[in-house]
């Protein structure tokens, strides 16, 4: 796997950053254990780069998968699924950590490897559902 090693403008230079939703991605957030084998299968499914994929250690230890903005909308998301979107009266914010140096609690459990890849959000989606 090629690691995408140019900083693109969303991630911060150093610590973390909360980012707007609905700007260069919306976000589906996966609490816990569930969330972590979900990031690992999608890896396993798209041979190692399964796009990007931020994670926290502390509180509910969520799992962010970054998807492109506006593909979590009209579908049917699983319970316990959270989406961080933007809409009309909504904004919600996506924690994004620097790709090197401390970031605690946040790190990347998969790194972008391209300026403009995301997870795919049917194959998180289709992933989700085969673990319900």
């Known amino acids: 796997m090629n690691t995408y090693n140019a900083q693109a403008d969303w991630i911060p230079a150093s610590g973390l950053q909360l980012r707007k939703a609905g700007v260069q991605f919306d976000a589906v957030r996966v609490d816990g254990d569930a969330g972590r084998a979900l990031a690992d299968e999608l890896a396993r499914l798209t041979g190692g780069d399964p796009g990007p994929i931020v994670e926290a250690a502390n509180r509910r230890r969520g799992v962010y ?68």
């Open 65 to 132: 998968f970054l998807v492109p903005v506006g593909s979590t909308s009209h579908r049917a998301w699983p319970e316990g699924v959270t989406r961080l979107t933007a809409g009309a009266g909504h904004v919600s914010y996506v924690p994004v950590p620097a790709l090197e140096g401390p970031t605690w609690p946040l790190s990347w459990r998969y790194r972008p490897t391209e300026p403009d890849r995301r997870v795919h959000t049917l194959l998180l989606l289709t992933a989700l559902n085969s673990h319900e």
